[in-house]
């Protein structure tokens, strides 16, 4: 049997192609890419000419199947995505599912990932950590999965388009109320930014900045919420901050 490799690939900034991913990319057989315009234009960056094909959310069934008999006769596979790891919040979770079910060998080859890199900047407490991914689309959808969370004593990450940034962080005021944030922009990229502090100032400076790029918001958790406010330590984030890189 092959190996299944899921491959994190940069979110921005190239050089965060890890060694071993280029080295992986460059000699497996072939690269299952969400997006293979996408790719194509890492690997020719790299100038590697590795085959492609698509594997993404409408033919993972199909292309699934297909996959897993490439794997089975020895073949090797990389999965990746447009950027980052693949299976957080993008394809592959069913890719994965399916080669674990034919006992086919995968390895993970880690690498870049907007969530983590938000938590471990954030400067809010990086455990216990809740991963949330896209909340709902609809306000409704948005408060009702808000209010599962809004008791857990664990900082939240979430990720979310631009133009749902605003009405999702106003949601996000109502069910869990004027919480400490940290939200970053542009992650790796030239213009890299920080927004840290209650989530009504980040609000109205968000509001006023506009909303461009690619945003990671870390939210704390519940109980820091409360031993947070007896803190004095943690007064700073009582001011808004906005650092630009
Ligand atoms: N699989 C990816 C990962 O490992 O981070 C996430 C893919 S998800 C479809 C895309 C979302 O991730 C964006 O809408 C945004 O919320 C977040 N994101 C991706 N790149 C980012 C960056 N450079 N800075 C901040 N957030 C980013």
Same mark, same amino acid.
């Given at each position: 049997?092959?190996?299944?490799? @899921?491959?994190?690939?940069? &979110?921005?900034?190239?050089?965060?192609?890890?060694?071993?991913?280029?080295?992986?990319?460059?000699?497996?057989? @072939?690269?299952?890419?969400?997006?293979?315009?996408?790719?194509?234009?890492?690997?020719?960056?790299?100038?590697?000419?590795?085959?492609?094909?698509?594997?993404?959310?409408?033919?993972?069934?199909?292309?699934?199947?297909?996959?897993?008999?490439?794997? /089975?006769?020895?073949?090797?596979?990389?999965?990746?995505?447009?950027? !980052?790891?693949? #299976?957080?919040?993008?394809? !592959?979770?069913?890719?994965?599912?399916?080669?674990?079910?034919?006992?086919?060998?995968?390895?993970? &080859?880690?690498?870049?990932?907007?969530?983590?890199? #938000?938590?471990?900047?954030?400067?809010?407490?990086?455990?216990?950590?809740?991963?949330? !991914?896209?909340?709902?689309?609809?306000?409704?959808?948005?408060?009702?999965?808000?209010?599962?969370?809004?008791? &857990?004593?664990?900082?939240?990450?979430?990720?979310?388009?631009?133009?749902?940034?605003?009405? /999702?962080?106003?949601?996000?005021?109502?069910?869990?109320?004027?919480?400490?944030?940290?939200?970053?922009?542009?992650?790796?990229?030239?213009?890299?930014?920080?927004?840290?502090?209650?989530?009504?100032?980040?609000?109205?400076?968000?509001?006023?900045?506009?909303?461009?790029?690619?945003?990671?918001?870390? &939210?704390? !958790?519940?109980?820091?919420?409360?031993?947070?406010?007896?803190?004095?330590?943690?007064?700073?984030?009582?001011?808004?901050?906005?650092?630009?890189?």
């Amino acid at each position: 049997k092959g190996i299944l490799y @899921v491959v994190a690939t940069p &979110i921005g900034n190239l050089q965060d192609l890890t060694p071993r991913a280029g080295e992986i990319l460059r000699e497996v057989d @072939v690269i299952a890419a969400e997006d293979t315009r996408h790719t194509r234009k890492l690997l020719s960056h790299f100038q590697f000419s590795t085959p492609l094909v698509s594997y993404h959310e409408h033919n993972e069934q199909t292309r699934g199947k297909a996959l897993i008999e490439r794997l /089975m006769k020895g073949e090797s596979v990389a999965l990746v995505s447009d950027a !980052g790891t693949p #299976a957080i919040s993008d394809p !592959g979770e069913e890719l994965v599912r399916l080669a674990v079910e034919h006992d086919i060998p995968v390895v993970p &080859i880690p690498g870049p990932n907007a969530a983590l890199s #938000a938590l471990v900047a954030s400067g809010l407490p990086a455990q216990p950590f809740l991963f949330l !991914g896209f909340l709902p689309r609809t306000p409704k959808g948005r408060r009702e999965e808000l209010t599962r969370w809004a008791r &857990i004593p664990a900082t939240l990450l979430c990720y979310e388009s631009p133009h749902r940034l605003l009405p /999702m962080l106003q949601d996000v005021l109502e069910v869990l109320g004027n919480r400490r944030v940290a939200i970053s922009r542009e992650l790796t990229k030239k213009h890299e930014e920080w927004i840290r502090g209650r989530l009504a100032e980040c609000i109205r400076y968000m509001e006023e900045a506009g909303v461009r790029g690619e945003y990671t918001v870390v &939210i704390e !958790g519940a109980a820091e919420q409360e031993a947070g406010q007896a803190d004095p330590q943690k007064n700073w984030w009582e001011s808004l901050s906005v650092i630009e890189h």
